[in-house]
């Protein structure tokens, strides 16, 4: 991907998203008002042997069926993208070791100022001939060789794909593109057709629908002011919207999945300076004394995320906390659930 810079391409209109697949427009752009009493601070989940089960009583934010409160998942929407990628992949529509530019032989619109929702984008052009060396396996397992974020700059490696691991939100918007590419639906559209509404996941989606802004709680920070992003957009790492029930239906539906689990599994690669923590493909997996366990995290502003499900026992448990000093709490409500020793609740990416 070194020719990027004496290629790429800046572009400044409104209409340039189309330009941009996967990455559809429409969403309601008015302030939402809420009420007070609907505000949730934290969500609980519990599975018990892949079952959801009912939590204690007490907490107007849980039901019998869990929290029905709406959060900013943020990145634990990439093992949702993940899981959509391989069932691709198990279709046969998608291999996993296939160089990306015979996916997107025209390039890739990547877009700088991904998280400037109300502004023009800015794009550059990823040319075919850079994504040679990439494959799906790399974008989804964070051996890409990509940044986090480009930070309002074009698409550049620090390594070369394979060489090492290195967490990759630009990584995964990639992802969002190739699935754009491969089925032309939009990652929202998707998600829905293709897990949403088969498990029932009636209130989750990836950008600001009409539903979620019916049904959304404010996250708040500390001090009582909003603080939080609204996404008129999909975006693969980070624009989850989901309850904490919903999201271990997701994980449910994972752990019984013996084909897509033996997929997110089969190839960990090491984290480094982290004895016991690999990655799969969209999932973290954690090895200890205890546990063989997948995870996640999330951290969007105003907003922090936890799920981890127990490869042995099948017991899980998904937190939402709409406070960004909400981590520790999280932390200990998998510990609650899971005890024992978590190397990847460590990683310093966790807070």
């Known amino acids: 991907m070194r020719s990027v810079p004496r290629r790429h391409v800046l572009l400044r209109a409104t209409g340039v998203l189309a330009a941009l697949p996967g990455i559809a427009r429409s969403a309601p752009t008015e302030p939402v008002a809420f009420a007070p009493e609907a505000v949730c601070s934290f969500a609980v989940a519990k599975l018990r042997r892949a079952e959801l089960i009912d939590p204690p009583g007490g907490d107007s934010c849980r039901t019998s069926s869990g929290s029905t409160a709406i959060f900013q998942a943020a990145s ?9 990628v391989l069932q691709l992949a198990l279709r046969g529509k998608l291999d996993l070791e296939q160089p990306l530019n015979q996916v997107l032989p025209d390039g890739y619109a990547h877009r700088q100022n991904l998280f400037a929702l109300g502004e023009p984008p800015v794009v550059d052009l990823v040319p075919g001939d850079a994504l040679k060396k990439l494959t799906a396996r790399h974008l989804l397992s964070h051996t890409s060789g990509l940044p986090n974020w480009s930070g309002k700059a074009p698409l550049l490696p ?46 989750t989606a990836f950008k600001l629908t009409e539903h979620v802004a019916q ?61 016991g923590v690999y990655w799969g493909l969209g999932w973290a997996i954690e090895h200890s004394s205890e546990h063989r366990a997948i995870w996640h995290w999330g951290n969007n502003p105003g907003f922090r995320a ?34 024992g020793s978590h190397p990847g609740l460590d990683l310093n990416l966790v807070q």
């Open 158 to 203: 620090f390594s070369e794909p394979g060489a090492r691991w290195r967490y990759s939100g630009e990584g995964y918007v990639l992802l969002q593109h190739i699935l754009y590419k491969l089925t032309g639906m939009p990652l929202n559209a998707l998600a829905s057709s293709e897990l949403f509404a088969p498990l029932g996941l009636h209130d």
């Open 76 to 84: 634990l929407g990439k093992p949702v993208v993940a899981t959509l």
């Open 215 to 275: 049904s959304l709680v404010l996250g708040r920070a500390a001090s009582g002011q909003v603080r939080q992003l609204r996404f008129p957009y999909e975006i693969a790492a980070s624009s989850l919207y989901t309850t904490a029930s919903d999201y271990a239906r997701f994980i449910a539906a994972t752990l019984k999945d013996q084909r897509l689990l033996s997929l997110i599994t089969e190839s960990p690669v090491p984290v480094p300076n982290a004895p």
């Open 306 to 339: 936890l799920a981890m499900a127990d490869l042995n026992s099948n017991d899980a448990v998904v937190a939402l906390a709409a406070i960004e000093s909400g981590m520790p709490q999280a932390k200990a409500a998998v510990r609650q659930v899971l005890p």
